[in-house]
């Protein structure tokens, strides 16, 4: 169960929270970006695996 609640915004779970502050979804969406811009997607999709992982969450 989440801590923060779920901001009405598209996106996946993990955004919906960020989005409690703005200023930090924005930062991590420009971040994304800019991983999307030069890794390759299969690189990117075992990332997000591995942190999923490593903090014991449900992917």
Do not use: H, W
């Not at 923060?4 to 930062?27: R, S």
């Amino acid at each position: 169960m989440a801590r923060l609640p779920e901001v009405n915004v598209e996106g996946t779970p993990f955004k919906k929270t960020l989005a409690n502050t703005p200023e930090i979804l924005d930062a991590f969406q420009q971040m994304e970006k800019a991983l999307n811009n030069i890794l390759e997607p299969e690189l990117m999709e075992m990332l997000r695996l591995r942190a999923a992982s490593n903090n014991g969450c449900d992917y």
